[in-house]
């Protein structure tokens, strides 16, 4: 397969995605959860088959029917409210049960908005710190060009996870920045796999041109990039769909980081190294010329 010849289709797939995604997040933005902007969450269990909009009715008659309510199995639901005192959420079990019926609850938190900039803040300080250190070492093992590719790689893969929840607007909290970190670290080793073949056929044969040396590099590490994805996707399509609900936006976050890790490190790093290759030459031979 001619990958490189083909690159122009593989950007313009990525970028289609991310404008949707960017357009998402500029018109609804994220749908933050009380880890990032504090509140109250509740999980309860209901004794008989109840659905969101009984819940819901429930909530009405204490003026709180804006609470973000989530179903899960066997009657459970978890119920996100603004910050109340233990007098108010009291309120909200009473209201569930005199309406509805007996339940039993399984989880009761209270989250101040505080603690979202601490993740934030904890958050953007990880990410800086790996990415001055990934920078750094892939300069050292294979050269900057290289290292500036798998990062922008990198930022693709993440990217397309958070698109994807903002254009869903699946909730997002401490999970889904933990996921973003493990997509972070964990996306880029098969691209470095390829630079690593890439690096071992150019000692090999000196005279390969970088279209070829790409192409065959990938064909090379197809079989392992492959055996990785499915065996990684199996272990986190297991805990997304028999997991419990605390992890459920981790696996899917990670779904799509390593689905879109695999992409970008098959179709496009090996393009963007040659396109960054070109433009330094271009700069070279005006240089020159001048």
Not at 51 to 78: C, G, P
Not at 123 to 137: E, N, P, R
Not at 222 to 227: E, F, G, L, P
């Amino acid at each position: 397969m001619d990958f490189v010849g083909k690159k122009k289709i593989w950007y313009a797939i990525s970028l289609i995605i991310i404008a949707l995604g960017l357009f998402s997040l500029a018109t609804q933005g994220m749908n933050s959860g009380i880890d990032f902007i504090g509140g109250n969450l509740l999980q309860v269990q209901f004794t008989k088959e109840t659905t969101i909009q009984e819940v819901r009715n429930a909530l009405e008659t204490i003026n709180l029917e804006d609470s973000k309510i989530q179903a899960s199995e066997n009657n459970v639901f978890i119920i996100k409210t603004k910050i109340m005192a233990e007098s108010e959420q009291d309120n909200i079990i009473d209201a569930l049960e005199k309406n509805i019926g007996q339940l039993e609850i399984l989880r009761s938190e209270n989250v101040g908005p505080t603690v979202g900039k601490e993740i934030r803040n904890a958050s953007l300080i990880a990410f800086g710190l790996a990415l001055a250190l990934m920078i750094g070492y892939m300069t050292v093992r294979f050269e900057f060009k290289l290292a500036l590719t798998a990062i922008i790689a990198l930022f693709h893969d993440m990217l397309m996870a958070v698109v994807f929840f903002s254009f869903m607007q699946i909730e997002i909290d401490s999970t889904f920045i933990a996921a973003l970190l493990t997509i972070f670290g964990y996306s880029v080793n098969n691209t470095i796999v390829i630079f690593d073949r890439m690096r071992e056929n150019k000692k090999n044969n000196k005279k390969m041109d970088m279209k070829t040396l790409v192409n065959t590099s990938i064909i090379q590490t197809m079989a392992r990039s492959i055996n990785t994805y499915l065996t990684t996707m199996f272990v986190l399509c297991a805990l997304f769909f028999l997991g419990g609900e605390t992890t459920k936006n981790f696996a899917l976050a990670m779904i799509i980081g390593i689905t879109s890790g695999a992409y970008s490190s098959i179709f496009l790093a090996g393009p963007m190294w040659i396109d960054l290759q070109k433009i330094g030459k271009n700069k070279s031979l005006k240089k020159a010329h001048a």
